[in-house]
């Protein structure tokens, strides 16, 4: 059996929908992004969060933030096209280190990779566009024109991060590859490889990808949960679903593994209900 206790009541902080919340990798923040277009950054002090930043200057609804790896930078997209970097300094700050606009609709979601200052945006222009470090500034590194046939809605790099996996509006699910340039993963390019056609009439809204298991967990308009595995068989891969259940006639709108328990998934569905599940797979 699990019990959950509250630990914190951030209230007060945003004054519209809280779309996304993301802890930094030392636990000592957490972050969240609202449609009042407002990242509010809190601290951990004496066991409990308090809020100590409002950042602001995005110009609509923020759709999803994500501290980077490292902790040093913190990602966030929007409805006004913009995809923020906001650096750490040495008071422990946030200010914009980088604002660039590569999308030409609005931006559903970002995506650190695992290990590398290499982060990747979903967006409702069907692309998904890479970024990297150049020097100070962050540049655009690759952009995939029509990854999706409609709106791609989320992303997740495998345990290596050398291969990521997006769903989108039009049902399908896609692993891209990374093209190993001997250099750094933030330079090389990516390529897709692989794709599954999910579902025909229903959006894709969500993807995890178990970086314990590797079996990727899917969800959305459907209603359906589907966990499937990624099989190599002399030089080709396949999707293969090892399950398949209705999820109460709602859509699934977030999926996430638990990263110490393989068989633990995490369900976020329309209903409002939030469910914690041993897959046993």
């Known amino acids: 059996s699990c019990c959950l206790q509250r630990e914190s009541s951030l209230q007060g902080s945003h004054q519209r929908a809280v779309r996304k919340v993301s802890f930094s990798p030392c636990d000592r923040y957490l972050?969240?992004?609202?449609?009042?277009?407002?990242?509010?950054?809190?601290?951990?002090?004496s066991g409990d969060y308090e809020e100590v930043n409002k950042l602001e200057g995005q110009e609509s609804e923020i759709k999803c933030c994500e501290f980077s790896p490292s902790a040093e930078y913190l990602a966030s997209c929007s409805r006004d096209k913009t995809v923020w970097f906001w650096q750490m300094d040495e008071e422990e700050d946030l200010t914009v280190a980088s604002i660039l606009q590569p999308?030409?609709?609005?931006?559903?979601?970002?995506?650190?990779?695992?290990?590398?200052?290499?982060?990747?945006?979903?967006?409702?222009?069907?692309?998904?566009?890479?970024?990297r470090l150049d020097g100070d500034e962050w540049i655009v590194q690759q952009r995939i024109e029509n990854a999706h046939d409609s709106t791609v809605w989320c992303c997740d790099f495998s345990d290596d991060g050398k291969a990521l996996a997006t769903v989108g509006a039009d049902g399908i699910i896609k692993i891209?590859?990374?093209?190993?340039?001997?250099t750094?993963?933030?330079?090389?390019k990516w390529e897709k490889v692989i794709e599954h056609q999910v579902t025909k009439r229903w959006p894709l809204y969500t993807v995890s990808w178990s970086k314990?298991?590797?079996?990727?967990?899917?969800?959305?308009?459907?209603?359906?949960?589907?966990?499937?595995?990624v099989l190599s068989s002399k030089g080709a891969e396949t999707f293969e679903e090892l399950y398949s259940v209705k999820w109460r006639r709602a859509d699934i709108n977030c999926l996430h593994w638990n990263p110490k328990k393989p068989d633990y998934l995490a369900v976020g569905s329309d209903d409002g209900l939030v469910q914690v599940l041993c897959m046993g797979v």
């Not at 972050?31 to 002090?45: E, R, T």
């Not at 891209?176 to 001997?182: A, L, Q, Y």
């Not at 750094?184 to 090389?188: G, I, L, M, N, R």
């Open 184 to 188: 750094s993963v933030a330079t090389s």
């Open 176 to 182: 891209w590859s990374n093209c190993w340039n001997g």
């Open 31 to 45: 972050a969240s992004a609202g449609f009042d277009s407002c990242i509010v950054v809190y601290k951990l002090n």
């Open 103 to 131: 999308h030409t609709q609005d931006v559903k979601f970002v995506k650190w990779h695992p290990y590398e200052e290499c982060l990747v945006s979903c967006s409702y222009d069907c692309s998904i566009v890479f970024y």
């Open 212 to 229: 314990i298991s590797g079996l990727l967990a899917v969800g959305g308009g459907d209603s359906f949960l589907r966990i499937f595995r």
